[in-house]
């Protein structure tokens, strides 16, 4: 089982990112997972940003909705996630995980009960 994030960098602000999330090896398949991402940035504790249902329902963060979309496409086993008006605050790691039947609760957690975590990418937004 593995989860491959990819798309971090270091953008200045007001730019745009587009993470991958690119999963392998899950059984059962993975539509049958909640997917989420999660950013940890230096000093602070991990928290949750967005979640996709199986069914496709989307969870944010009140400090990226409106900014940050994600999206699933099952075919290809990849979770996105599209950030446009990066601020600095947005700097971190940020790690996508896959909950198996999972509820996508993921705002305002660390999201430890997902059981499969990719090793995350780095986002640095400058000013």
């Known amino acids: 089982v593995q989860l491959q994030a990819s798309g971090g960098g270091l953008v200045q602000a007001g730019g745009s990112l587009n993470l991958s999330c690119i999963a392998s090896?899950?059984?059962?398949?993975?539509?049958?997972?909640?997917l989420g991402w999660f950013h940890q940035a230096p000093g602070k504790e991990r928290e949750g940003v967005s979640c996709v249902t199986r069914g496709s329902r989307t969870y944010y963060a009140d400090s990226v909705s409106g900014r940050f979309t994600i999206s699933r496409d099952n075919a290809k086993n990849t979770v996105y996630l599209q950030m446009n008006n990066l601020k600095p605050e947005d700097t971190a790691v940020y790690y996508c995980a896959a909950d198996l039947f999972g509820p996508c609760t993921v705002v305002g957690t660390t999201g430890t009960w997902f059981g499969s975590w990719g090793q995350g990418t780095l986002v640095t937004v400058s000013s």
């Open positions: 090896g899950f059984t059962p398949d993975l539509d049958s997972y909640a």
